[in-house]
């Protein structure tokens, strides 16, 4: 079963989120309270996936996500927070989230995050498209040659956009498929999907550019993309 790793101060729902992940849920979970030498404890214990929230004594949970990513670190990190605002999303994403999820903590929205995150990649659909790209939206994950990168639900949504185009697609068309109204010019989300995306794919393949931008045309698939 995976190790999931809990960095959370308050101590009543660190003890609810424990219970409900060890004991209903079966995963191997040990937690933290402070953000002090969280990311030592990271690299040290190397969990499945880390469930960080943003307000931590000494260190911030953005400050921690960012030194992970920083210094390679590939596995899954889903952001808890009270702040339900997009600034506080688009930074959590922007800096390397895989997914966020919004205190009160939901358990039936919270199991279905993690399972989407660490749900195993099947080895039998690695060696149908072991020679491309493919896009598994069941378990938001990139693949390519027995490697896998962890995207957020919002990073998928972008490369479904570009692979069912198959053309440049402009920021502002990006937008309105995703949003449903009108491109706002102050609006960067776009861009910070984009280069999520990117800075996960440059850390398990430093030479593979997949997306690009093609000036005043807009953002395309580099490589062949299956969606599966």
Do not use: W
């Amino acid at each position: 079963m995976s190790n999931i790793l809990i960095i959370e101060d308050d101590q009543q729902l660190r003890e609810m989120l424990c219970y409900f992940l060890s004991s209903i849920e079966g995963y191997n979970v040990s937690c933290i309270s402070s953000g002090e030498n969280a990311v030592e404890y990271i690299f040290d214990k190397k969990p499945d996936l880390v469930l960080l929230d943003i307000q931590l004594p000494k260190v911030s949970g953005l400050s921690i996500l960012k030194s992970l990513r920083d210094q390679g670190y590939i596995h899954p990190v889903i952001i808890m927070t009270a702040n339900d605002s997009e600034i506080t999303e688009t930074n959590a994403l922007s800096l390397g989230a895989d997914d966020y999820i919004t205190k009160p903590i939901r358990t039936n929205a919270l199991r279905e995050r993690i399972k989407r995150q660490i749900r195993p990649v099947l080895n039998d659909k690695l060696n149908v498209v072991n020679d491309n790209f493919y896009l598994d939206t069941h378990i938001s994950c990139l693949c390519y040659k027995h490697n896998k990168v962890s995207l957020s639900p919002a990073e998928v949504e972008i490369l479904e956009i570009l692979i069912k185009e198959n053309r440049p697609v402009p920021v502002f068309e990006l937008f309105e498929m995703i949003h449903g109204f009108s491109y706002q010019l102050e609006d960067r989300s776009v861009y910070m999907r984009i280069f999520s995306i990117r800075k996960k794919i440059a850390a398990i393949f430093p030479d593979i550019d997949l997306v690009k931008n093609r000036r005043n045309k807009g953002f395309y698939l580099n490589y062949c993309v299956i969606k599966i």
